[in-house]
């Protein structure tokens, strides 16, 4: 077995690891990294990538399906689902050397592929490598959580992991779990052609605004999904083709595929955390605001840490683990400037606040400005008119922004930038948009907060009547 002394060791080569070794190796630091699996993590292989591949296939179905507004003929489009999975693992295989072993050691970072748990405070080993390092960062990720609903380890069932091997078209997907998951996938399979039924235990789209999660979940029930609410799922039974879910209240839903979409699990049983000091939660790896595990040696960030699991978060949480261990500093993460969305069409996005949040945060201080995708000339052009934008404002600055509509999650960028540098609602409407774009909604609805300041004011009345009696 070989030894390694190193500055910093980084265990997991996702999102949030590859960030750390980027910073770290480019700045001078002595770099190993550990991935037991595929180079890229979760992100590329198994989620946000294979899911936006095929979330594009479903959209091009769907916009020949509905091409007739635009004048141009429709039609039921002959959906190959083998060549679409080839088209998901094309775009995989054209983003993977951007993570690949290669750039990393061109880095000056030495890359081991093998599984890495602790054996001290300060030392993890490997198969063939004993590496004692002064940092630890664990960004060992997240797997799809299992639940042990009887009958489900009976029956042939898809995860994130598995999906992307499946070539053959499913007749009727049975999706359980309404979060972001479960949704994107259910709108996908619907629109290349399966039936599909989302079995959600409580309100899908849970996480977010629910005046929004109503826009989009009533489109989604208009193209044909069937989404079932309260219907949590408590015995599963048959065989591969012919699957039955029976939900607590005895509602029975019948399909040929199942996708478990109901959570995530944190990697961290093969690491021995108890060698080294580090406590674990409900949800992950134990952390202070620094992202220090309870072994102050040792960071824990991204879907690991068990908190927001997104692939910018586990960035974000990367810069944060540099900043203190290259150089020191206090760097502390924070979760109110991290935006999400949801790639269902229409998207659906937060940042901040939502609007009960906010209520309880500011009471009656807080305002909440609206305006609606079809007062946006674009969004007439281009057919996208369902949609709403919410601005939580307090104290003359936006403290949440959510979105629904075409795009949500190109916009919902606009309002994080305001919220991480604490932007005045003003300094939005001093913005010239070029007309017409979607981006206009964001100075609409800055517009929409100062709007009865300027047309409701007797004091402004007042002032452009006395200023019109004197001008020549
Ligand atoms: C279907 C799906 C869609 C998603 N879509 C989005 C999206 O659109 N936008 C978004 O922001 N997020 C999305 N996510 C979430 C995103 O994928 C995760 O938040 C992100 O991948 C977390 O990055 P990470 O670095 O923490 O972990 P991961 O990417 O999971 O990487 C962890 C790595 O550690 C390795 N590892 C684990 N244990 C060990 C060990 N002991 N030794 C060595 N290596 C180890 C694993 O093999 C893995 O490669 C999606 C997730 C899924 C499942
Ligand atoms: N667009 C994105 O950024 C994106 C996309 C996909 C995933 N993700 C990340 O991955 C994480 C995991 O996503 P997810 O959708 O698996 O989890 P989730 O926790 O967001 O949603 C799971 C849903 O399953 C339901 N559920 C749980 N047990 C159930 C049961 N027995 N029967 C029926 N329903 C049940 C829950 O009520 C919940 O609504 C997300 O929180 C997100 O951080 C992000």
Same mark, same amino acid.
């Given at each position: 077995m070989e030894t390694i002394k190193t500055d910093l060791l980084v265990i997991g080569a996702g999102s949030g690891g590859l960030s750390v070794v980027a910073g770290a190796a480019q700045m001078g630091a002595d770099v190993v990294l550990l991935e037991r699996h595929k180079m890229g993590g979760d992100c590329l292989n198994y989620g946000c990538v294979p899911s936006k591949a095929l979330i594009k296939a479903g959209k091009v179905a769907h916009q020949m399906?509905?091409? *007739?507004?635009?004048?141009? *003929?429709?039609?039921?489009?002959?959906?190959?689902?083998? !060549?679409?999975?080839?088209?998901?693992?094309?775009v995989i295989a054209s983003i993977a050397p951007h993570d690949s072993v290669e750039r990393f050691e061109g880095f000056g970072a030495r890359v081991i592929q093998e599984e890495g748990r602790f054996v001290s405070e300060d030392t993890v080993e490997t198969a063939s490598f004993r590496i004692t390092a002064r940092r630890i960062v664990i960004a060992t990720g997240s797997t799809a959580f299992v639940p042990p609903i009887p009958g489900l380890d009976q029956v042939p069932y898809l995860t994130n992991e598995s999906l992307w091997? %499946? /070539?053959? %078209?499913?007749?009727?997907l049975l999706v359980i779990g309404g979060g972001p998951i479960g949704m994107e996938m259910a709108q996908a399979h619907r629109r290349l052609g399966s039936q599909v039924t989302v079995i959600e235990g409580a309100k899908a789209l849970g996480k977010d605004d629910p005046e929004l999660a109503a826009i989009a979940l009533e489109r989604l029930r208009g193209e044909g999904l069937v989404i079932e609410e309260d219907a949590l799922a408590k015995e599963i039974r048959g065989a591969a083709g012919a699957i039955e879910v029976e939900t607590e +209240?005895?509602?029975?839903?019948?399909? #040929?595929?199942? %996708?478990?979409?109901?959570? /995530?699990? !944190?990697n961290t049983e093969a690491l021995d955390l108890d060698k080294a000091g580090i406590k674990t939660t409900g949800t992950g790896v134990k952390v202070d605001d620094h992202l220090k595990t309870t072994n102050k040696r040792v960071y824990a960030i991204g879907d690991a !840490?068990? $908190? %927001?699991?997104?692939t910018h978060v586990a960035g974000y949480h990367a810069g944060v683990v540099v900043q203190s261990a290259l150089f020191g500093l206090p760097a502390k993460a924070k979760t109110s400037h991290i935006p999400w969305a949801t790639y269902i069409e229409p998207e659906l996005a937060q940042v901040g606040l939502t609007e009960a949040q906010a209520k309880k945060k500011h009471g009656p201080k807080l305002e909440v400005?609206?305006?609606?995708? +079809? $007062?946006? +000339? /674009? *969004?007439? !052009?281009?057919?996208?008119?369902?949609?709403?934008?919410?601005?939580?404002?307090?104290g003359g600055k936006p403290v949440g922004a959510s979105i629904v509509g075409h795009q949500a999650g190109e916009h919902i960028n606009?309002?994080?930038f305001a919220l991480a540098n604490g932007l005045k609602m003003k300094a939005?409407?001093?913005?010239? #948009?070029?007309?017409?774009t979607y981006g206009e909604l964001n100075k609409r609805a800055a517009g929409a907060y100062f709007s009865p300041r300027l047309f409701e004011s007797t004091a402004v009345k007042r002032i452009v009547g006395f200023v019109q009696r004197y001008i020549p």
């Open positions: 399906r509905n091409a *007739a507004q635009f004048g141009i *003929a429709a039609v039921e489009p002959k959906v190959d689902y083998a !060549a679409v999975k080839d088209h998901v693992h094309d091997d %499946l /070539r053959e %078209l499913p007749e009727h +209240d005895g509602r029975v839903f019948k399909g #040929s595929h199942i %996708l478990v979409a109901v959570g /995530r699990k !944190a !840490a068990g $908190g %927001l699991q997104f400005v609206r305006f609606h995708y +079809d $007062g946006n +000339d /674009r *969004a007439q !052009a281009e057919r996208h008119t369902t949609g709403l934008i919410k601005v939580m404002v307090a606009f309002w994080a939005i409407t001093s913005m010239v #948009s070029p007309y017409p």
